[in-house]
Structure formats: C-alpha cells, structure tokens
C-alpha cells in the first residue's frame, strides 16, 4: 500500500422520510443525474482522492448499482470499490464502512453525505490538507442569526451565538485514529467529529463551508440550493410538418393507428404529428431537423415508426440536461375526424416522452375547405416545445 492514500465515505443509505416522497432524496434529479452521482463525481474527479466506497441500502441497489458501475472498473484513480450496505443509523453505517476499508488501511479517511451534492473541490481540498495525527477537520459556517432555546414552541432562553458554528461534511480524519474511536465508542453521536473527539488527545479543526454544502433534508431544501448552484434557461421551439395522402397505407398520428381509408405519403410510417413533435424539440437545442438524423434518402428508415426519431430528440435534449415542460400541438385535417383519438394520442406521446399527459395540449381543427387540405389532399401540423436547461454554475 503506498503511502497518503485517501478514501471517502459516501453514506448513501437513508429512506428519506422527512422529505415525504416515494424517492429517496439521494435519487432525486439535476440536470438528469442524480444528487447520488453529482456527488460521486466531484469526488470521483478530485486528483487526491485514491477510493471511494458508496454506502447504500440494499432496497435501492438496483437504482445505484448502474451509477456505481459507469465509474468502476477505470484505469485510473481514484477506485470506485463495491457498495457497503449500511446500518440501521448514520453512525452504525459510518462503522461498517470504516471496517471495510480497513483492509485497504488509507492514511486518511473523508466521511461525506451525499445529502451534501454540491460539495466544492476546495472544500474538499481544505478538509485533506489540514488533517494530521490527532487533528481532524470538518467544514463550517458560523451562524449570524439570532439564537434560542425553544421548548413546545416557546422560547425559553437566548443562546449566545458568538461561539456557533453550523458543521457539515466531509469530516476528514487519520484513518486509524477514527476507526479507533468507532470501535471502542459506547456512545451514540450526531456526527463522526463527536466520536473522535472521546480520545482526550484529539482535536478537531473547522475550515469555511458553504451555504452550497448545505443539507437537503426537506423539498424545499433541493429548490433553494437549485437556485445558488444552477444557471435555468427556457428555450421554445417550432416544428410543422405536411403529409399528402396515400393509398393503401395505414394512417398513424401521434403514434395512434386511425381507421381512415387513406394513409399518409412518406418515407417513414409519415406521422405527421411525431414528425413535427421532433423537429420542435431540436428547435430547443438548436440542432437541425429530422431530416439531419433520418434523411428520406437512406433505406434505413424506410416505414420505420417515428418513435425512434422522438427518441433521439429525447436524447439530444437530455445531453444538454434539458427537461422537457410542455408540448403544444394542433393537428390541421379536414378528414377524418381527429377529436375521439386526441386522448390516446396524448398519452402515447407522454409515453414516449416520459412526461405527465396533462403536459401535452392536443387541438385539432379543420381548414374551412381552404387549400391542400381542406380539398382532402393532406395533413398538417405544428408543435411548439418549451423545455428548461439546467447547468451547473461555475
């Protein structure tokens, strides 16, 4: 084992039930990773750190195992092992986790939550560098509103603030020295700091946190910390398309098949209404058209159904972490008649798109006899896309 190797705890194990949702707070989404892996891969991009050892529930492996495994198996450092599962409380999952590295025998250990996702490289940077024999080292940030003491709702007394300090993570220690004090502790703390701190000979240092290291532990809490940590932009896009009828061919709009005596003339399946669903939402990302990605001229795409290209504007759209909010579409056809299918229409496409149906608006109108279509030649429609981009702020 070389020396001033570095392992990080990352305790990932919690229910959540304080944030009242069916989805563990590790597993909620920004800019479509979850807070679990925009944790790991601060940590994961730390030159210093040489291993990283998640903490997981068992309850919740087939969610993390996939994230787990796109940073194993590198040829690189630092070393994402295989999860530890946790224990019935924060500290008895921080012992296991310290009994499983301790084969390895790190010189320094960092105890993260990933509660904390937007924990900074100079925090973390902070934290290793002040860690020696004897000393370990939490970030904080001094409080500066007014204290008290409260008791069923009533405060009781004022506590004087000029000496607090609100502590977060990663707690950083000499792995021996931790490890040590887990396992001779008969007591039971909030945080790793309190158990080191039972050797007499120990010290604990704090360097600055930040309000972005904050904890999430309400719903409220992932909104706030969106805000500070994240630039949002709403973008809009348009696409329309136009099909001629055609004969003997199956008729299909919004992946819905119609029973129509015609069909629509193209080179795909021609829905009408996917193909303009696609062209709006790389309209958001500025990237072209349908036909950029599926050229008529290639056989390839001769009839293939349309929900391959609404899965590749999907794709494009989450590569620049972009969520879908709203499509708009109004379908143009004198024949046949559209509104008894609008609903199954609505929901394929939220399907497709994995969103709510209540986000997808479906009108459906005729031409008044005006035009290509309202001589019965063809179909027309258009979409209008609103999607929001998130990025991380720098």
Not at 49 to 54: D, E, G, K, T, V
Not at 99 to 116: F, Y
Not at 146 to 164: G, H, M, P, T, Y
Not at 356 to 372: C, D, Q, V, Y
Request: charged fraction near 20%; glycine fraction near 6%.
């Amino acid at each position: 084992m070389k020396n001033n190797t570095i392992a990080v705890i990352l305790l990932a194990s919690g229910l959540s039930s304080r944030t009242e949702s069916t989805i563990p707070k590790q597993f909620f989404k920004l800019s479509n990773i979850t807070l679990f892996e925009e944790c790991l891969q601060t940590f994961y991009n730390n030159p210093h750190i040489n291993y990283i050892l998640p903490v997981i529930n068992k309850q919740h492996l087939n969610t993390i195992q996939p994230i787990i495994a796109n940073y194993s198996n590198q040829p690189h450092s630092p070393q994402v092992l295989p999860y530890c599962e946790g224990g019935n409380s924060r500290n008895q999952s921080v012992l296991f986790a310290l009994l499983a590295l301790a084969e390895l025998d790190p010189t320094k250990v960092l105890i993260h939550d990933v509660s904390r996702p937007f924990i900074s490289n100079s925090i973390i940077n902070e934290v290793i560098n002040n860690i020696t024999n004897n000393i370990g080292v939490l970030p904080a940030l001094k409080i500066t509103d007014s204290c008290k003491e409260v008791e069923n709702n009533f405060i009781v007394k004022d506590v004087a603030r000029e000496k607090l300090y609100s502590v977060q993570t990663p707690q950083g220690f000499m792995f021996q020295e931790i490890l040590s004090t887990y396992t001779n502790s008969k007591n039971t703390y909030n945080d790793d700091s309190s158990y080191f701190l039972e050797n007499k000979k120990n010290k604990v240092k704090i360097v600055k946190g930040d309000m972005k290291n904050s904890k999430i532990t309400f719903p409220e809490d992932l909104e706030y910390l969106k805000k500070i940590v994240t630039n949002q932009e709403t973008r809009v896009g348009q696409g329309i398309d136009i099909h001629e009828f055609a004969e003997n061919t199956p008729l299909y709009l919004g992946g819905v098949k119609i029973p129509y005596s015609k069909g629509l003339k193209g080179h795909s399946d021609a829905d009408v209404v996917l193909h303009a669903i696609v062209d709006s939402l790389l309209g958001t990302v500025g990237l072209g058209d349908i036909g950029d990605y599926f050229p008529p001229s290639d056989l390839k795409w001769k009839n293939a159904s349309s929900h391959i290209f609404v899965a590749k504007a999907q794709e494009l759209i989450r590569a620049q972490h972009g969520t879908i909010i709203n499509l708009d579409i109004t379908i143009v056809a004198e024949e046949p008649k559209i509104s008894s299918y609008k609903l199954a229409m609505k929901e394929n496409i939220a399907k497709l798109l994995e969103l709510s149906p209540e986000r997808i608006n479906i009108k459906a109108t005729t031409a008044e006899k005006l035009g290509f279509v309202g001589r019965g030649e063809g179909i027309y429609a258009c979409s209008i896309a609103t999607v929001q981009f998130i990025s991380k702020k720098q």
